[in-house]
């Protein structure tokens, strides 16, 4: 039995971001698309559709974008995604100044500013203001985009999701819904959390991922392997910052070894960004080979070059993780909704083969 939708879904959002863009252009795009199903995993997903996704409120620490509509703020510097919805109106949301700690690598610094941050000198809001402003708004989730490797401030905006009793989704590789800790806090709060690390609808992990599962499947012992992975977007200029890239390395490895027949030693596994090259701009590239030995031990490799737009690769799934979130609160569900975080991110509570996780999704979804 499918739970009965509501007028819609509040969603604030942690950082206005090229992932933001691609997500509130969706949500436009769907909106207005009638019977356009083109790149949806589910056009309805429990009663609710793309477009019934409202934002209300967001947050960024870019002089360009606070104060401004989300709708004005996801087209304004540094992002440089593609733009492939021309009229998103205006959502109501304004731009608030959000907390920085940890989410500007000071290297940052050091680049033209149409390609970094420009952060605004508004004052930081404490958490009791942005507890506030998820609750005047009447936000159900909020979705965390923040910078790789910012620990403190995704800690920071998932206390105020507790506090305001809003469901968490956290798309980046900071660990709060796999910590044993933190998924404990939101289970007793009774609050829903999905994550960690979003994996986008066709990218270099589900792939190095689904090929890692055919050689187990098909009796291929796999030796060694490397996924090499640029860009040129703030995600990859960020990680040039290396100390920032610890538990994104963790989230992408993990996710391929927890598919592999038998776990590859360090030295014979290398999952990770590589390098920033600013003419990409929000085009990613991924070069994955994979050696094996095959019947009789004879040996084999598989080289593969993927290029995607990487932000509209991940919108898809995050439109999915926040209807599967509302999901949760309509059901009165707690702590991580371990079928929706198993599909949709690198790094979930419990690891699955994705074949398990796909029908564990559905059989969520289809649950009343």
């Keep these: 039995?499918?739970?009965?939708?509501?007028?819609?879904?509040?969603?604030?959002?942690?950082?206005?971001?090229?992932?933001?863009?691609?997500?509130?252009?969706?949500?436009?795009?769907?909106?207005?698309?009638?019977?356009?199903?083109?790149?949806?995993m589910h056009r309805s997903l429990g009663g609710y559709e793309p477009g019934d996704i409202r934002v209300?409120?967001?947050?960024?620490?870019?002089?360009?974008?606070?104060?401004?509509?989300?709708a004005e703020a996801i087209f304004a510097p540094p992002n440089c995604t593609a733009r492939f919805c021309q009229t998103v109106e205006n959502t109501g949301a304004i731009v608030q100044m959000g907390?920085?700690?940890?989410?500007?690598?000071?290297?940052?610094?050091?680049?033209?500013?149409?390609?970094?941050?420009?952060?605004s000198?508004?004052?930081?809001?404490?958490?009791?203001?942005?507890?506030?402003?998820?609750?005047?708004?009447?936000?159900?989730?909020l979705m965390n985009y923040l910078p790789v490797g910012s620990q403190k401030a995704s800690e920071f905006y998932a206390e105020c999701a507790l506090e305001a009793g809003v469901a968490f989704v956290n798309a980046i590789p900071v660990f709060i819904a796999s910590d044993p800790a933190w998924a404990e806090r939101f289970r007793a709060a009774r609050v829903p959390i999905i994550g960690d690390d979003?994996?986008?609808?066709?990218?270099?992990?589900?792939?190095?991922?689904?090929?890692?599962?055919?050689f187990a499947k098909r009796g291929v012992e796999l030796k060694r392997t490397y996924q090499l992975n640029?860009?040129?977007?703030?995600?990859?200029?960020?990680?040039?910052?290396?100390?920032?890239?610890?538990?994104?390395?963790?989230?992408?490895?993990?996710?391929?070894?927890?598919?592999?027949?038998?776990?590859?030693?360090d030295e014979n596994i290398h999952?990770?960004?590589?390098?920033?090259?600013?003419?990409?701009?929000?085009?990613?590239?991924?070069?994955?080979?994979?050696?094996?030995?095959?019947?009789?031990?004879?040996?084999?490799?598989?080289?593969?070059?993927?290029?995607?737009?990487?932000?509209?690769?991940s919108a898809g799934v995050a439109i999915d993780m926040i209807r599967c979130a509302k999901l949760a609160v309509d059901r009165g569900l707690a702590g991580p909704i371990h079928p929706a975080a198993a599909y949709f991110c690198k790094h979930p509570p419990e690891q699955m083969?994705?074949?398990?996780?796909?029908?564990?999704?559905?059989?969520f979804i289809a649950a009343g």
């Design 56 to 70: 209300v409120a967001a947050w960024d620490i870019d002089r360009r974008k606070v104060g401004r509509d989300v």
């Design 271 to 313: 999952v990770g960004p590589s390098d920033y090259v600013a003419w990409q701009n929000d085009n990613k590239v991924c070069f994955l080979r994979m050696e094996g030995e095959m019947f009789g031990g004879v040996p084999m490799n598989l080289e593969l070059r993927l290029s995607v737009e990487d932000s509209p690769n």
């Design 230 to 265: 640029t860009g040129g977007n703030t995600d990859f200029l960020n990680m040039l910052e290396r100390k920032r890239l610890a538990s994104k390395k963790i989230s992408k490895t993990e996710a391929v070894q927890s598919v592999a027949a038998s776990r590859l030693v």
């Design 121 to 141: 000198t508004a004052p930081e809001p404490d958490r009791d203001r942005i507890v506030a402003t998820l609750r005047d708004t009447g936000a159900e989730v």
């Design 198 to 214: 979003i994996k986008a609808q066709l990218g270099a992990t589900i792939v190095h991922r689904v090929l890692t599962d055919l």
């Design 1 to 40: 039995m499918l739970s009965p939708p509501s007028q819609g879904i509040n969603v604030a959002l942690v950082g206005v971001g090229n992932c933001a863009s691609s997500l509130v252009q969706g949500i436009a795009h769907y909106r207005g698309g009638a019977n356009d199903t083109t790149g949806l």
């Design 99 to 119: 907390r920085k700690l940890d989410g500007i690598a000071a290297h940052m610094r050091d680049f033209p500013e149409d390609r970094t941050f420009a952060p």
């Design 353 to 363: 083969t994705d074949d398990e996780a796909f029908a564990a999704l559905e059989a």
